[in-house]
């Protein structure tokens, strides 16, 4: 009887240790929130607003409205690493 006991508790800590790590430890879902864009877009001028609002469904129309677009001249000082992070955050591809 105890080790039956014993054979189940060893399993039930298996599983629990194997779930555990994949509910933590899933990277690719993970959204930036380190970002420049996230300090000025907020509210109705959210970034997901601005993309549903513009229509863009696509990162490269994103890159292209943030460097040539009529407000290119606000952006200029977004580095390319902050756009690709808002590219990633809109999960644009």
């Known amino acids: 009887m105890g080790i039956i006991f014993v054979i189940f508790l060893i399993g039930g800590l298996v599983i629990f240790n194997g779930y555990s790590k994949n509910a933590s430890s899933n990277p690719v ?6 970002f420049k864009c996230l300090k000025c877009h907020k509210g109705s001028k959210s970034l997901e607003n601005m993309v549903k609002e513009k229509n863009i469904t ?3 129309e ?3 409205l943030i460097r040539k677009g009529p407000k290119s001249g606000l952006h200029t ?3 390319d690493e902050d756009l690709e992070k808002a590219i ?3 999960n644009l591809k």
């Open 88 to 90: 990633q955050y809109l």
């Open 58 to 60: 696509s990162a490269e």
């Open 77 to 79: 000082t977004v580095p």
């Open 29 to 34: 879902e993970e959204k930036p929130r380190d």
């Open 62 to 64: 994103l890159r292209v």
